[in-house]
């Protein structure tokens, strides 16, 4: 239980994390706007930067998602079904979210090596090494891993409850 | 493998997990994966799709989107939109569909800061329905044009889903917001007209009342106060962008810190307002990127299988003229609508209908407009339409059959405007090509 607490506050450090994240984008064009229009001095970076920011924002507010279940899903077909089943569904759900976050975790990790060991740079005015940029997918993935599992854990248990109060007692 | 066997894999595979009740994401990422593996090979494939999400998301085009939607949340959350929404009430008198109509006009202002639909039917419902069964509206006039405001959500600027479509499928995002004003504003229009008219007629349907009189002193006041800044903002990001003097981006950013002014001016410094704001911004835009995440992959896949060629073919035996196309593409978008949110159905429709679309040299931009009123017709028509479901989670006393019943006549409406937009594409391109001149 201490771990999952952990693991919950680290979920919600990541939203704040990239709310600082999107307030920098805000001040970031902002501030190269005045820049160019003003003072005409044009900063190539803050395209990049505000680009390269979607992706952090999007892997760091994955777990939190997962964890509050926000997703978006279409669920007109699993709200007409029963508690039994709904809880099921909900072990296949987060069972698939594992699978995915595995991917993003396993293989996300050996492109950034790979990158990170050819040396690819993102072939903009930039020029940030990739690997730089893409480890966000492994990292994000790995918290997104851990709240499934927790997640997937809390539905097995809830499926056992509710199939053992149907049983009649004997 | 036969490229309709992998279509028909791709897509039942697709469906079947959305019924799972699988978050749309992760559905189409895990479609993803498995396509991936199988047709490119386990690792390296799988190595090539983490590039892929990197692409999908990192795109200029996208970045307006938590940018209008950081704009919506503080109007909102400093509760500027709600005065707004009171100072527009106090011009509206004694009129035969009276709450109807500020219903229009609420969800029309509304759909500028929210830009989703069924946030905004929701929103409105809960606020405005109780009013309107205690003067006796039937539901015809309550229900409807409430139904109807979801509509608008996403035809008036700055429309997320409007960002949306526009960087899936490559046109110009400041293109795609200016060529919405038009529709969007010709069907608040014609909801007003509908609203008016039928309860002249009928004014049993939404009996007049008496209101509460406001001096003109008291309007101007008011408008000047409330009204007048917000519409500033939206119109100033506009017009920035109509002029060319800022791009999308840009604008939506002078939007942010209008707003955020705005915020202080009328609530005082609260940090609070700032900060629940960005957190909910930011995971606004974490629902809809992780969607986003799959769409170069999918759209390859789609190409590398032929699957987007055969369709091509399929459609060029088929259909000589695009005016067919167009109406044969509207009518899977209409049907899948009825079941679907909006952004899968973009996902999954815009890279089979973009290539088909460039053969037949139809405007993507006009097709890309018509396209986003036709997905939010699905989500207000029987027996699925999502906005339906929302109505009735604010409201459940009501019943589904109630429900439909009130939605038809809205979607007629939106049928009407849908036709006009397809006879008459100079009403979504007059504006985008008068921007060019």
Same mark, same amino acid.
């Given at each position: 239980?201490?771990?999952?607490?952990?693991?919950?506050?680290?979920?919600?450090?990541?939203?704040?994390?990239?709310?600082?994240?999107?307030?920098?984008?805000?001040?970031?064009?902002?501030?190269?706007?005045?820049?160019?229009?003003?003072?005409?001095?044009?900063?190539?970076?803050?395209?990049?930067?505000?680009?390269?920011?979607?992706?952090?924002?999007?892997?760091?507010?994955?777990?939190?998602?997962?964890?509050?279940?926000?997703?978006?899903?279409?669920?007109?077909?699993?709200?007409?079904?029963?508690?039994?089943?709904?809880?099921?569904?909900?072990?296949?759900?987060?069972?698939?979210?594992?699978?995915?976050?595995?991917?993003?975790?396993?293989?996300?990790?050996?492109?950034?090596?790979?990158?990170?060991?050819?040396?690819?740079?993102?072939?903009?005015?930039?020029?940030?090494?990739?690997?730089?940029?893409?480890?966000?997918?492994?990292?994000?993935?790995?918290?997104?891993?851990?709240?499934?599992?927790?997640?997937?854990?809390?539905?097995?248990?809830?499926?056992?409850?509710?199939?053992?109060?149907?049983?009649?007692?004997? | 493998?036969?490229?309709?066997?992998?279509?028909?894999?791709?897509?039942?595979?697709?469906?079947?997990?959305?019924?799972?009740?699988?978050?749309?994401?992760?559905?189409?990422?895990? $479609?993803?994966?498995?396509?991936?593996?199988?047709?490119?090979?386990?690792?390296?494939?799988?190595?090539?799709?983490?590039?892929?999400?990197?692409?999908?998301?990192?795109?200029?085009?996208?970045? +307006?989107?938590?940018?209008?939607?950081?704009?919506?949340?503080?109007?909102?959350?400093?509760?500027?939109?709600?005065?707004?929404?009171?100072?527009?009430?106090?011009?509206?008198?004694?009129?035969?569909?009276?709450?109807?109509?500020?219903?229009?006009?609420?969800?029309?202002?509304?759909?500028?800061?929210?830009?989703?639909?069924?946030?905004?039917?929701?929103?409105?419902?809960?606020?405005?329905?109780?009013?309107?069964?205690?003067?006796?509206?039937?539901?015809?006039?309550?229900?409807?044009?409430?139904?109807?405001?979801?509509?608008?959500?996403?035809?008036?600027?700055?429309?997320?889903?409007?960002?949306?479509?526009?960087?899936?499928?490559?046109?110009? $995002?400041?293109?795609?917001?200016?060529?919405?004003?038009?529709?969007?504003?010709?069907?608040?229009?014609?909801?007003?007209?509908?609203?008016? $008219?039928?309860?002249?007629?009928?004014?049993?349907?939404?009996?007049?009342?008496?209101?509460?009189?406001?001096?003109?002193?008291?309007?101007?006041?008011?408008?000047?106060?409330?009204?007048?800044?917000?519409?500033?903002?939206?119109?100033?990001?506009?017009?920035?962008?109509?002029?060319?003097?800022?791009?999308?981006?840009?604008?939506?950013?002078?939007?942010?810190?209008?707003?955020?002014?705005?915020?202080?001016?009328?609530?005082?410094?609260?940090?609070?307002?700032?900060?629940?704001?960005?957190?909910?911004?930011?995971?606004?835009?974490?629902?809809?990127?992780?969607?986003?995440?799959?769409?170069?992959?999918?759209?390859?896949?789609?190409?590398?299988?032929?699957?987007?060629?055969?369709?091509?073919?399929?459609?060029?035996?088929?259909?000589?003229?695009?005016?067919?196309?167009?109406?044969?593409?509207?009518?899977?978008?209409?049907?899948?609508?009825?079941?679907?949110?909006?952004?899968?159905?973009?996902?999954?429709?815009?890279?089979?209908?973009?290539?088909?679309?460039?053969?037949?040299?139809?405007? +993507?931009?006009?097709?890309?407009?018509?396209?986003?009123?036709?997905?939010?017709?699905?989500?207000?028509?029987?027996?699925?339409?999502?906005?339906?479901?929302?109505?009735?989670?604010?409201? +459940?006393?009501?019943?589904?059959?109630?429900?439909?019943?009130?939605?038809? +006549?809205?979607?007629?409406?939106?049928?009407?405007?849908?036709?006009?937009?397809?006879?008459?594409?100079?009403?979504?391109?007059?504006?985008?090509?008068?921007?060019?001149?």
């Amino acid at each position: 239980m201490k771990l999952k607490r952990i693991f919950d506050v680290i979920s919600e450090a990541l939203v704040w994390m990239s709310s600082v994240l999107l307030a920098l984008i805000v001040l970031s064009v902002a501030l190269e706007v005045f820049l160019r229009s003003v003072l005409n001095r044009p900063q190539a970076w803050v395209l990049e930067f505000s680009e390269y920011g979607l992706l952090f924002i999007t892997f760091l507010v994955a777990s939190f998602l997962v964890r509050t279940e926000k997703n978006i899903s279409v669920d007109i077909v699993t709200e007409l079904l029963e508690e039994r089943t709904r809880a099921w569904l909900s072990v296949v759900q987060h069972g698939i979210i594992c699978v995915v976050a595995f991917v993003f975790v396993y293989f996300g990790s050996s492109a950034t090596l790979d990158l990170y060991q050819r040396g690819i740079y993102n072939p903009t005015i930039m020029q940030v090494p990739m690997a730089y940029v893409l480890f966000i997918i492994p990292v994000g993935g790995f918290f997104i891993l851990i709240q499934a599992l927790i997640r997937l854990r809390e539905s097995i248990r809830k499926q056992r409850e509710i199939r053992e109060n149907l049983v009649p007692e004997v | 493998m036969e490229w309709w066997m992998i279509l028909l894999a791709i897509f039942s595979g697709l469906f079947v997990l959305f019924a799972l009740g699988v978050p749309v994401g992760y559905a189409f990422l895990s $479609v993803n994966i498995v396509a991936v593996a199988l047709i490119w090979g386990g690792g390296p494939g799988l190595e090539q799709m983490m590039l892929s999400v990197f692409r999908s998301v990192t795109n200029f085009s996208l970045l +307006p989107l938590p940018l209008f939607i950081l704009m919506g949340e503080l109007i909102f959350n400093s509760g500027l939109g709600d005065k707004s929404l009171d100072a527009l009430d106090k011009w509206i008198g004694r009129i035969p569909g009276r709450l109807s109509m500020v219903a229009v006009l609420g969800g029309t202002l509304n759909a500028a800061l929210s830009g989703s639909s069924m946030a905004s039917t929701a929103m409105l419902s809960s606020c405005l329905y109780p009013e309107m069964k205690k003067r006796g509206y039937r539901s015809e006039m309550s229900i409807g044009p409430l139904l109807g405001t979801g509509g608008l959500a996403t035809m008036v600027p700055p429309s997320n889903l409007g960002v949306i479509l526009a960087a899936l499928a490559g046109i110009s $995002v400041g293109d795609m917001l200016v060529a919405i004003v038009a529709p969007g504003f010709l069907l608040s229009i014609a909801y007003l007209v509908y609203i008016g $008219v039928r309860c002249y007629f009928q004014p049993h349907l939404a009996p007049p009342y008496a209101t509460s009189h406001y001096s003109l002193r008291t309007k101007i006041t008011f408008s000047l106060k409330y009204l007048l800044p917000l519409s500033s903002i939206i119109v100033v990001v506009m017009l920035l962008i109509y002029f060319g003097i800022a791009t999308p981006t840009e604008s939506s950013v002078f939007g942010v810190l209008c707003s955020f002014i705005l915020g202080i001016v009328y609530k005082g410094w609260d940090p609070r307002v700032l900060r629940v704001s960005l957190k909910q911004t930011v995971l606004v835009t974490g629902m809809m990127f992780i969607i986003i995440c799959a769409s170069v992959t999918f759209s390859e896949i789609l190409a590398f299988t032929g699957v987007t060629e055969k369709l091509i073919q399929i459609f060029l035996s088929l259909f000589s003229s695009p005016f067919w196309v167009v109406v044969a593409m509207q009518i899977i978008l209409f049907l899948m609508g009825m079941f679907l949110e909006s952004l899968p159905i973009m996902m999954i429709t815009v890279p089979i209908f973009w290539p088909i679309l460039n053969s037949y040299h139809i405007d +993507p931009l006009w097709f890309a407009v018509i396209m986003l009123l036709n997905i939010e017709l699905g989500m207000i028509t029987p027996p699925f339409g999502l906005c339906l479901f929302a109505v009735k989670g604010v409201l +459940p006393e009501l019943g589904m059959r109630g429900i439909y019943r009130c939605a038809v +006549p809205i979607v007629l409406l939106q049928l009407i405007v849908l036709a006009l937009l397809i006879a008459f594409p100079a009403i979504t391109l007059w504006l985008p090509m008068s921007m060019h001149q």
